[in-house]
């Protein structure tokens, strides 16, 4: 490896989307445990399929594997890691030590998150350290690519190349916001963007047209987030206990409407509409899907929204 | 003001084991207004230590004393006399945690004890319901956020706005917290201010993190205490 370069290969994901395909990513939870060979078999499905899979960070506040050392292990499978990285769990130094601990292993994405609260997880009583917000945090990896200064203004030596994302929820209140927060975290220094689970597809429209009339969609590129259902309970749950999602009537009435035994199927075919209308939408690069604790459905996924095969660049 | 919370009584009852003689002393100010730590409150929790002890073949010899503030030196020196002559061997303090340490530091030979637990700078909401408004961070932020404290009423004190988990108006932990950013949002709104959380605020010294003091311009230390 050469560390006289300070010019940082591109990611794959980089790639993708600065070549103008259409990007298709995926995500992956990491045990709650050291069994290294459950995360290399959940790649496994991943593998060709999309140009780079999110690691979550102790997502829902449970503590998993790390994210960076996930990241590791499937980078060793030859896939491309997206690091998420939370505000909750570490304060600025422990994240910038992180941050050139994951670039020197070879993440070339992170996410930038604030977190889900300590108080849904698995540690309730944790302290929160929230030190800086994920609008703060992408400033800060933003500020170590570009000017190669830690937060505090110090030299780094060979600083980390990242293609920096976030996140955006174009369903939580308020809604008129949702669009400015979204510039803020283009101001900061987002490259990408990966949106909630859609389901409620007239309000992704609403804030999809007004970012593009913003102007917002030739500064970032923004991958919608798709969730398939499993089954109606699910569907009932993301609508009444997960914190910001929008799940409408007519989701969960489509799903009643067919037999028990094809509710999955069914979940597939929403995700696969519309994925093939973000396909055709202004504004919208690339999809995001998180097939939660699902990888091994994504290749027919895939298979199905018409987005093989991927660009291998 | 500031508000505590009375503590639970087996947790009193456990640090007083093996101690027969207590002063449990009340403060007349915040903990009197917010029903935990004032002369009514020193005799219920008196009254009720006595009884647990008889009951346990145990007596203790407690008494109450509330001073009109604990946190100044001037109203702890009327229980000089008392403390000296009544020989206690432990002293019980339902001030806030100021008010303690420093009747403590007054009588630093005698072990005291906390029969509260302070728990922040707060609103009177309604009788005895009280909000927590302030976390006495050091850097207020006030001014650009219509007057509603993100570092407090926001469950991850962010600095930029509603995260994605506000949930019709409420904060992501719970449906009876509102979402302070989305009442600062309206708020401005209202007030045709948004312009002021639009710009990225940066990330901030936390100077709340180390002991901090406070000297007025134009005062020193007096020499006696200056460290
Ligand atoms: S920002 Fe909040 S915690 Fe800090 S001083 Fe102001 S009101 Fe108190
Ligand atoms: S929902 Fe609102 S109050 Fe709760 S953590 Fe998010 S921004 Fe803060």
């Known amino acids: 490896m050469s560390t006289e370069t300070k010019v940082n290969p591109k990611s794959n994901l980089e790639k993708v989307l600065t070549g103008g395909h259409f990007a298709f990513t995926g995500e992956l939870g990491p045990p709650r445990g050291t069994d290294a060979q459950e995360v290399k078999e959940k790649a ?83 302290k929160g350290v929230f030190d800086i917000d994920s609008i703060q945090l992408i400033a800060m990896v933003k500020q170590m690519r570009d000017e190669g200064k830690f937060l505090s203004g110090g030299e780094i030596e060979h600083p980390p190349g990242m293609f920096i994302g976030a996140a955006s929820n174009p369903f939580a209140e308020p809604f008129e916001w949702r669009v400015d927060r979204l510039a803020k975290k283009i101001e900061a220094g987002a490259d990408f963007i990966q949106t909630q689970c ?53 989701i969960i009435d489509r799903l009643k409407g067919v037999e028990k035994k094809k509710v999955a199927d069914e979940g597939i075919r929403i995700a696969c509409e519309q994925i093939e209308e973000f396909k055709e939408m202004k504004g919208v690069h690339g999809v ?16 199905r929204a018409g987005v093989l095969p991927r660009p291998g660049l | 003001m500031i508000v505590a919370n009375r503590k639970p009584f087996a947790e009193i009852k456990e640090m007083l084991e093996g101690y027969t003689k207590v002063l449990n002393v009340g403060c007349g100010t915040c903990v009197s207004v917010c029903l935990t730590g004032g002369e009514k409150e020193v005799e219920i929790l008196n009254t009720e230590l006595e009884m647990a002890r008889r009951l346990d073949d145990n007596p203790i010899d407690i008494h109450g004393h509330t001073i009109e503030r604990q946190c100044d030196r001037e109203y702890l020196a009327e229980l000089d006399e008392k403390i000296a002559e009544g020989e206690f061997d432990a002293l019980m303090s339902m001030a806030c945690g100021v008010g303690i340490q420093f009747l403590a530091e007054r009588y630093p030979d005698i072990p005291t004890f906390p029969a509260v637990d302070t728990s922040g700078l707060a609103v009177n909401q309604a009788v005895g319901w009280y909000e927590e408004r302030c976390r006495s961070c ?28 506000t949930n019709m108006g409420n904060c992501e932990i719970s449906n009876d917290q509102p979402c302070a950013w989305f009442r600062i949002y309206e708020r401005l709104k209202g007030q045709d201010r948004l312009d002021a959380i639009k710009s990225i ?27």
Not at chain 1, 86 to 110: E, T, Y
Not at chain 1, 288 to 303: F, G, L, T
Not at chain 2, 149 to 165: D, M, Q, R, S
Not at chain 2, 201 to 227: C, F, H, I, T
Request: aromatic share 6%; glycine share 10%.
């Open chain 1, 288 to 303: 995001h899907m998180m097939a939660i604790e699902w990888e091994h459905k994504v290749p027919e996924i895939a298979e």
């Open chain 2, 138 to 165: 050091s850097q207020c932020v006030l001014g650009f956020t219509g007057g509603i404290c993100p570092i407090t009423l926001c469950a991850k004190g962010l600095l930029n706005g509603p995260c994605g988990g």
């Open chain 1, 44 to 126: 496994r499905f991943l593998k060709g399929n999309v140009d780079s899979v999110n690691i979550t960070d102790n997502q829902t506040a449970v503590v998993r594997m790390s994210s960076w050392a996930a990241s590791l292990l499937i980078l060793e499978e030859g896939l491309e890691p997206n690091y998420q990285m939370v505000c909750r769990d570490r304060n600025r130094l422990a994240m910038q030590a992180d941050i050139l601990g994951g670039a020197a292993l070879g993440i070339k994405n992170m996410l930038c998150l604030s977190g889900d609260h300590q108080q849904f997880g698995d540690h309730p009583d944790a």
């Open chain 2, 201 to 227: 605020n940066v990330s901030r010294g936390w100077k709340d993190q180390s002991p901090r003091d406070l000297l007025q311009p134009g005062y020193k230390k007096p020499e006696s205490m200056a460290k």
């Open chain 1, 198 to 250: 859609i389901y409620n597809m007239d309000r992704f429209r609403e804030f999809i047209h007004v970012a593009n009339e913003e102007g917002l969609t030739d500064q970032v590129y923004i991958l919608a987030g798709v969730t398939p259902m499993k089954s109606i309970g699910m569907a009932r749950y993301m609508k009444s206990k997960v914190p910001g999602m929008d799940v409408p009537d007519e």
